[in-house]
């Protein structure tokens, strides 16, 4: 059972464009939901979290959006840089725990 | 400020051996997770420690285990390898157990043959 279903699997954008990343989510226990890039080679570096009690979260050219009643959080991406091409994980987890449900990923192109 | 370190970056098996991976975490973290990152599975949760004491494990079968030292390092163990153990290993320390910044190593490769 897949507990988080992320899309798509591959998003290809132009440079200067907004590249748009979903995430939906079953167990409604889950309180922290971060976002994670990873580049060929590396580990995955956390990028933006944000928690339930609020339903956005903006660092700089990137915005987390939250909807708790449909169970859905997406990663936008502004004025996407080549340097930006990577793959993009969302995870969930839980209080108390450091266990993180992640989706299966997102691979980025930002052509330029 | 070091980040989290794990040994050996990379590592070649025999099917039915047994292998050790390593990871320092950041200094003054206190929680480690271990995952095995496949390209048909993604992202999966292996075990947590916390204080020496392991507080959540996934849906591996026995043959992975785990441990954490008295200054917060983790070594897991795979015994009897499988090819399909082959995978990419990756040890997250955090401060806490509280939902707080998990920072990735590079991972260790494991390649089974």
């Known amino acids: 059972q897949q507990q988080v279903k992320q899309s798509p699997q591959s998003l290809i954008v132009q440079k200067g464009g907004i590249s748009i990343i979903n995430c939906a989510y079953e167990n409604t226990a889950f309180d922290y939901f971060p976002w994670y890039q990873q580049f060929p080679g590396k580990g995955p570096a956390l990028l933006i979290a944000i928690r339930p009690d609020v339903s956005e979260k903006k660092e700089g050219r990137f915005t987390i959006s939250f909807n708790k009643s449909a169970k859905q959080f997406s990663l936008h991406i502004m004025d996407s840089q080549p340097g930006d091409s990577a793959t993009y994980f969302c995870?969930?987890?839980?209080?108390?725990?450091?266990?993180?449900?992640f989706g299966k990923g997102t691979k980025l192109t930002v052509n330029p | 400020k070091a980040g989290v370190t794990q040994t050996p970056r990379y590592l070649i098996k025999t099917r039915g051996q047994q292998v050790t991976l390593s990871c320092s975490p950041i200094s003054g973290h206190r929680s480690v997770s271990w995952y095995q990152q496949t390209p048909g599975q993604g992202l999966q949760f292996l075990f947590e420690y916390f204080s020496e004491t392991q507080r959540n494990k996934g849906n591996f079968p026995g043959r992975f285990s785990g441990r954490q030292f008295s200054n917060s390092r983790s070594e897991m163990n795979v015994s009897t390898l499988e090819l399909g153990d082959s995978a990419l290993y990756l040890c997250?320390?955090?401060?806490?157990?509280?939902?707080?910044?998990?920072?990735f190593g590079q991972g260790t490769r494991l390649t089974v043959v």
């Open positions: 995870a969930v987890t839980q209080g108390g725990s450091e266990k993180l449900v």
């Open positions: 997250a320390s955090s401060l806490t157990t509280l939902n707080t910044e998990a920072f």
